[in-house]
């Protein structure tokens, strides 16, 4: 039977939601040299490197000796099938631009982030020349750490857990963003000063995740000024990270709520901005980490992606930096499907004194965006568009298809 802590592999098509990583750099990507890093790198991170199969009834990542598919395209393909040689992860590059596509039920962006540093630190390594310093890099020779791949909670009293520290009811009747007219999902590439985002941290007192929530929701009273509605926007969180282990490669995140009802919509960005604090902090106590492994240890079903749950959706995944590798990033996003829970996802790395959003919604209008945008202007940051497109990752074929 599958620990709680396993990748839980549903064959519902309908329940994945690719998360991708996608980077610039300075130069052109040579594809040769970033096969052999993605193939050097399998003896280090054996995880990713993955095809589906039923043991006892159950479906379970297995080792897959066929090489990760390397494509120098940016057009999507499907993972478990034959162009991506049965795995359940895939490279692509096109000009200066790379990317890792792989299913969220195998990992979140903290557990992700170590690999692409990992394989910018070799690509970077044979591409350049240069000699760089390998500490904070996961690199081949190195050891497993059981941290990493074994169970993330066992030193925690996870069945002693009595409840959690403060719960909070969702909304039912929430805003919704959406257009019937243009299904098209898009997602914009933002480019903002991390100096001006912080300084509005500080002066407002709130941290990245709760400054953005809080503006997105001044956005959405821009653009809609007579709904009575309230705006629901999720954080995404880290329960790894919240009771410690900062290692594992597995999927632990989830949300919390955060609501901007109609009757707040005339607080100071300041007070919204502590009012969102204060909830944040009460929904990311360890006690309801606890509480969240044991009914998880449990193995209940988790919740339908098919459901919408609120508004919006925030989700820091904190890079921060690449270390000796920065000069050569120009910019970091990660990208992943939009999927029914949530109308608009919007995504935020930091790196080279900048954040980068990635803003995701199910069509094309910038109506919205540019109300967000004015809500950064009269914040005082400056904002650049990268650019957009429609947000196309790869799919996964039916997981018993190859079995």
Known sequence: MLAYYEPFMNSTPGQYSPICVNLCLHEPVDGEILREAVEELRVRFPYFYVRAERKDGELRPVPN???MTVRNTWEPISLNAEASNYHLAAWKYEGKRLAFEIPHFLTDGAGVLPYI?????????????????????????EPIPASEIGDPFE??????????????????DFFRLTD????TQTVFYLKLSEEEVMR?????DGSPNV???????????????????TFTIFVSIDHKAILGNHDNYRMFAS?????????????ELSKACTIARGKLMLQTQPENSLWEMKLRKRMLPPPSLDIPQGTMCISYANSRSFGPLDPYIDNLYFVTTLLKITDVL???TCINGHFFLAYMQPFTSERFLNCFLEELRLAGIGCEKLGSEELRLCGIEPLDAAL
């Open 65 to 67: 000796p066929l090489p």
């Open 117 to 141: 540093k990992s394989a910018m630190y070799l690509y970077l390594t044979k591409a350049t020349g240069q000699r760089f310093d390998p500490t904070g890099f996961r690199l081949p020779g």
């Open 155 to 172: 030193s925690l009293d996870i069945d002693g857990a009595k409840g959690p520290f403060y719960e909070k009811k969702p909304v039912p």
């Open 180 to 183: 019937d007219t243009d299904k």
């Open 200 to 204: 509005n941290c500080r002066e407002q």
């Open 211 to 229: 400054f953005f929530a809080s503006l997105l929701a001044r956005a959405a009273r821009r653009y809609d000024p007579n709904c009575g509605k």
């Open 255 to 267: 949300q919390v709520l955060l609501d901007f009802p109609k009757d707040r919509e005339g607080d």
């Open 346 to 348: 919007c995504e935020v």
